[in-house]
């Protein structure tokens, strides 16, 4: 289990992914929404895996080879990451 800090941060990154993608993924998988939201969760902690310490300090980040999205503000990279996440999802189905 993830401190009570990290778990806030891979529910900011859940809530983003689920603001941008539920919809999508939950007509297109045709597994059913809680199925639809625990894939989402997955992906949360995925990102959280992958960029949580590196997002710490955004403007370091921002500057970084590891923006590779060119974003300004760090949900439009949780929203860039997404959109290649479902593509991914959606090809392997």
């Known amino acids: 289990m993830y401190p009570v800090n990290d778990s806030i941060e891979i529910g900011m990154y859940a809530a983003c992914l689920a603001d941008n993608f539920m919809t999508e993924l939950y007509e297109k998988s045709q597994r059913g929404y809680i199925a639809a939201l625990d894939e989402l969760t997955a992906w949360a902690h995925?990102?959280?895996?992958?960029?949580?310490?590196?997002?710490?300090?955004?403007?370091?980040?921002?500057?970084?080879?590891d923006n590779i999205y060119q974003s300004a503000c760090w949900d439009d990279f949780v929203i860039e990451w997404?959109?290649?996440?479902?593509?991914k999802y959606l090809a392997g189905k």
């Open 82 to 87: 997404g959109k290649n996440r479902l593509a």
């Open 46 to 65: 995925e990102f959280y895996n992958s960029y949580y310490e590196k997002l710490k300090d955004w403007d370091s980040f921002e500057q970084s080879s």
